[in-house]
Structure formats: C-alpha cells, structure tokens
C-alpha cells in the first residue's frame, strides 16, 4: 500500500485530490497539509512513501513548497516528493528539482496520469509531465541560452523590485558578483535592462 501525504493549501483541491485516489485500492491518504510546515510535519509523523507538494502556498506563508521539500528530503527514511502545481517557468522547474522533488505534473493533467505518477515516485522513478520533460530537455541542448539556478534567483528577486544591494544581501554575496550576474543575464536574454530582462523572462516562460 502506498502511503500518500497532500500539500496544499486550497481545501477543494485537496478535497478533490483525496476522492480521486480513495478510487485506488493500493493508495491511501494518510495525511493532508495546507502549509508547507504542515507538510514537512505530516512527512515526519506519518511516514509516507510519497508527498503531493504544491509549490505556492499563500502571501501569508514564509515557506514555498521547494522549501518544504528540500527539508522532506533531508528527513531519514526520507519519502518521495511529487510536485503537483499550476505553475511551469524555468524557476518553477528548477528549484524543485534541485530541492529533491523526483516528479513534477501541472494540475491539468488527466487523473490517470497523477495515479501513474504516484505510483512511479513511490518505486523511486522520475515523473515528469510531458510538457516539462520537454522544458529540462531544451534546457540541456541549449544551455548557453538558459539561465543558470543563481541566475535565475537573481531574476526572481529582481522581478520583485529587489535592489542590487538588496539581493546581494539575501544572496550572502558582494554587490559585484549580483552585477556580474546580472550582465550574464542580460547578455543570454539579449536585452540592456533590468526592466527588460524580467519582461523578456516572463514572455519566454522563464519567470512566472
């Protein structure tokens, strides 16, 4: 039997997740979060074999759903993470990647494909979306055009009207290296501002 935990923080879409695999005879919910702190707890007291984590958790919440899965993962006996989101920029993909999540589906997809994937991050097998599959693959024939993850955070910190010095800060690196940065940026986006950067990103999917 697959022990399943669901992280989100809308009541209805855990509601709706829950109906769908009490259809399974070999899945069953042993626990539902809508924070990321509930989450992690849920993971460490009920000793799932997979979480479903959204990403995004609300204005009111410090930890993102990459957050709670990075600290998942480092748990003994830690279980699988599937991220399951409305969400496909480069960022998106990338840090919950790289925070250890082994799947990553969008909420649109068909419910026989989020069973499937369940089942595969249970049996510790990759997951992806065909959309995102398609993505981190782009991503790897192309890389001088894609930003790398410091990149990227940067950007991101950038589109929320972060300074230089500001990011420098929340990045523990000197003013330079964020300029530096910044000019790797704008030399792959092919752009000479901050403002275009984050407007080139967002058209191209980079950034949400």
Partial sequence: M???VIADDHPIVRAGIIALFALEEDIVVVAEASTPDEAVFAAERENP???????QFGVHSAMSGADATRRIRALDAAPYVLVLTNYDSDADILGAVEAGASGYLLKDAPPHELTAAVRAAAA??????????SRLLDRMRAPQASLSS????VLELVAAG??????????FVSDTTIK???????????????TAAVSTARQRGILR
């Fill in 49 to 55: 074999d997979v979480v479903l984590m959204d990403l």
């Fill in 150 to 153: 410091r990149e990227l955070q």
């Fill in 180 to 194: 530096s940065h910044l000019a790797h940026i704008f030399t792959k986006l092919g752009v000479a501002s901050r």
């Fill in 124 to 133: 510790g097998e990759s997951a992806l979306a065909p959309v995102i599959a």
């Fill in 2 to 4: 697959i022990r399943l």
């Fill in 162 to 171: 972060r300074s230089n010095t500001e990011i420098a800060t929340a990045l």
